[in-house]
């Protein structure tokens, strides 16, 4: 199946810096990506769906502007955790999706990325 | 709304051993995707399965299969010759039809665990 890279794994940071984390499609153009936020034990909660090009659409009760979203290119998304706080430590996953309009579109996981918040 | 229901928040089975995981889901939709996902210790999410609410079959994948029942909106994985690395927390999964935004909408999961 097609692969879906995330970067940094993982990443530990102080207390209101500002965290970006890419997401890549390597051998598709994912015309929609996802993010996901998991906490222990817990499942998948989708924060954001964003589109090539145009803004995000985020979930109820997701900050916009604490979860910076961006889209630029059809392999390309980050997500940025703007002045992070420990309570925003987390599993953070991204998906993407190659939408060709027929049929069923696979939609491809990251492997995720720790973010610990000090 | 979507909603998706997994019932039994951890499960154990002896290697070798058979074991079904339930899930079950409301909508109001008539056409659906659903799916099972693992997630091991990775947490790397991997389909398992898909099914498509329009196809009456019940799919299969070597010792993975699924009992799809429509009408009472329940969708349950059966692991066949369970084997150490199916260790893992499942999530059963819902989506609308594959429209560029549509999301999946997940269940809160099951840990199995395989006793050697």
């Known amino acids: 199946g097609a692969v879906v890279s995330q970067h940094p794994s993982w990443v530990i940071c102080k207390s209101g810096t500002s965290v970006k984390i890419e997401c890549r499609s390597l051998?598709?153009?994912?015309?929609?990506m996802f993010w996901y936020r998991q906490f222990p034990k817990q499942s998948l909660m989708l924060m954001a769906t964003?589109?090539?090009?145009?803004?995000?659409?985020?979930e109820q009760g997701v900050e916009k502007d604490k979860f910076l979203i961006n889209h630029a290119s059809l392999t390309l998304s980050t997500l940025t955790v703007t002045s992070a706080h420990p309570e925003d430590s987390s599993f953070y996953i991204c998906?993407?999706?190659?939408?060709?309009?027929?049929?069923?579109?696979?939609?491809?996981f990251g492997p995720g990325t720790r973010l610990t918040v000090l | 709304a979507q909603t998706v229901t997994q019932s039994q928040p951890e499960m154990s089975v002896q290697e070798a051993e058979t074991v079904t995981l339930s899930c079950t889901y409301d909508t109001s939709e008539s056409n659906y995707y659903l799916f099972w996902y693992k997630q091991p210790p990775s947490r790397q999410m991997i389909l398992v399965i898909r099914?498509?609410?329009?196809?009456?079959q019940n799919a299969t994948e070597n010792r993975f299969s699924v009992n799809f029942q429509k009408a009472a909106k329940s969708f349950s994985l059966k692991i066949s010759d369970s084997q150490l690395g199916d260790t893992a927390m499942y999530f059963c999964?819902?989506?609308?039809?594959?429209?560029?935004?549509?999301?999946?909408?997940f269940g809160t999961g099951t840990s199995l665990t395989v006793i050697p």
């Open positions: 998906s993407a999706r190659d939408w060709s309009g027929v049929g069923y579109n696979e939609q491809f």
């Open positions: 964003s589109n090539e090009g145009s803004k995000a659409t985020y």
């Open positions: 099914q498509e609410a329009y196809k009456q």
């Open positions: 999964a819902f989506m609308k039809p594959p429209l560029p935004g549509n999301q999946f909408y």
């Open positions: 051998d598709f153009q994912a015309t929609t």
